[in-house]
């Protein structure tokens, strides 16, 4: 089973970057397509962006054009580069392995993005 310990959160000003990590145990990570997730204060958690293990993403329009999914299968991690991040970005986010559009792994901890002036 794959075990995900996300980092790399913080506080961030409107504008500003971050670049968040997801790092996998076990041997099946780059057998699955991984995904960010976040979920705000009192809204369900909602997909952010998928990558396959070719390299194909795939990423929610609310973010599209400012976040960059992309993996180390070396590695087993997996990045999203946050960019131009706006106040409405606040959230926790979380990686996961992802089948059929739906996340199949336990949840980490998650890290906390918080963007304010």
């Known amino acids: 089973q794959v075990q995900l310990v996300e980092s790399g959160g913080g506080l961030v000003q409107p504008g500003g970057s971050l670049r968040l990590s997801c790092a996998a145990s076990?041997?099946?990570?780059?057998?699955?397509?991984m995904g960010w997730y976040r979920q705000a204060p009192g809204k369900q958690r909602e997909l952010v962006a998928t990558i396959s293990t070719r390299g194909s993403t795939n990423y929610a329009d609310s973010v599209k054009g400012r976040f960059t999914i992309s993996r180390d299968n070396a590695k087993n991690t997996v990045y999203l580069q946050m960019n131009s991040l706006i106040f409405e970005d606040t959230a926790v986010y979380y990686c996961n392995t992802v089948f059929a559009g739906a996340p199949i792994g336990p949840w980490g901890q998650g890290t906390q993005v918080t963007v304010s002036s």
């Open positions: 076990g041997s099946i990570f780059s057998r699955n397509v």
